[in-house]
């Protein structure tokens, strides 16, 4: 069996519970490598994107989890321009899809 594919992009200032959500969701810790960002990085930070992709199978049924994580949206002093990346990162993905 192939299983199913599910992405999943989350976006939201540090601190909401993203992480959690997504853990919580799929009964995996998809960020346990992951290291708080201090105070300090977080004034001029801009917004970054990272995929992270795990494979779960559940009683004969396998799924690829493919979750896009904006760090660092809303957390800079200034967040003119902030949604940009993602924008342009949904764009990308789009046209990617249509252009197989």
Same mark, same amino acid.
Request: charged share 25%.
């Given at each position: 069996?192939? %299983?199913?594919?599910?992405? &999943?992009?989350? !976006?939201? *200032?540090?601190?909401? %519970?993203?992480?959690? &959500?997504? +853990?919580? &969701? ?5 960020? =346990?490598?992951? =290291?708080?960002?201090?105070?300090? %990085? ?7 994107? /990272?995929?992270?992709?795990? /494979? ?6 396998? &799924? ?7 760090? %660092?949206?809303?957390? =800079?002093?200034? +967040?003119?321009?902030?949604? *940009?990346?993602?924008?342009?990162? !949904?764009? +990308?993905?789009? /046209? =990617?899809?249509?252009?197989?």
């Amino acid at each position: 069996k192939k %299983g199913f594919e599910f992405t &999943l992009m989350v !976006v939201g *200032e540090s601190g909401l %519970g993203k992480s959690t &959500l997504v +853990n919580s &969701l799929f009964l995996t810790d998809l960020y =346990a490598k992951r =290291a708080p960002i201090p105070a300090q %990085g977080r004034i001029s930070k801009t917004v970054s994107i /990272e995929t992270n992709c795990v /494979e779960i199978e559940e009683k004969g049924v396998r &799924l690829r989890l493919t979750v896009v994580d904006t760090p %660092g949206f809303g957390d =800079a002093l200034n +967040n003119d321009k902030c949604e *940009e990346a993602i924008i342009q990162y !949904v764009a +990308n993905q789009y /046209e =990617a899809y249509f252009t197989r």
